[in-house]
Structures are given as C-alpha cells and as structure tokens.
C-alpha cells in the first residue's frame, strides 16, 4: 500500500517562501516510471498540477508557476519537497502530493494540507 502523506508549517505570510514535503511509504521515489508531484486546489477553484520531480531527480513544473517553483527530493528520507517563493494571497489551498505515472491521473494522493496565507 502506497501511503504519502504531507507536513508543513502552516501559516504562511505573504511574500514568503512556502515549503512544504512528502513522505513517502510503500514505494521507493526513485522508482522508475513514477512522477512525484505536487497538486494544490484554492478555495472554490478547480485542481491546478504544480509540478513533479521523477526518479532520476528531473523536475517538470507549471509553465505558469515555474519561475517561483523548486521541486526537490531527499532519497534518503523517501521524501521530496515543494518550494513556491513570494506567496500571495492567491497561493492559499489545499496542497496534494501524489504519485502519477506520466500524462496519467495519480494513483495515490497524500491526504492534503491546508495553506492559509495570512499577514
């Protein structure tokens, strides 16, 4: 059974950076086949796919949030980490992490974590 499961610091402040990690049970991220991504839905609004890094550590991100977007992983930990800077208003939601095959719906998702972004 693949479990994943999300941990962050909760409220984030404008302008900051939010970081968020999953852990990963009953699957190597480094498994080949797989992305590992990052999935977050704002309130009222539909899923918006982040980006993913794959098990040979390529990333792949949202054209539309790439440039303040790091994805990145610690094997070690059987985890990987989402980096989104400058956080507005509008970054407040629920954030998913999950495994996917390529171009295909995830399998598995993390339970989710909510984000409010607050001053």
């Known amino acids: 059974q693949v479990q994943l499961q999300e941990s962050g610091p909760g409220l984030v402040k404008p302008s900051q950076t939010l970081s968020l990690t999953c852990t990963v049970s009953?699957?190597?991220?480094?498994?080949?086949?797989?992305?590992w991504s990052w999935i977050r839905q704002p309130p009222g609004k539909g899923l918006e796919w982040m980006g993913a890094i794959g098990a040979r550590g390529t990333t792949y991100y949202n054209p539309s949030l790439k440039s303040r977007t790091s994805i990145s992983r610690d094997t070690s930990k059987n985890q990987f980490t989402l980096q989104l800077s400058s956080v507005d208003l509008e970054d407040a939601g629920v954030y998913y992490c999950a495994r996917q095959y390529v171009l295909r719906p995830p399998d598995y998702w993390g339970q989710g974590t909510q984000v409010p972004v607050s001053s």
């Open positions: 009953g699957d190597s991220i480094t498994t080949s086949d797989y992305l």
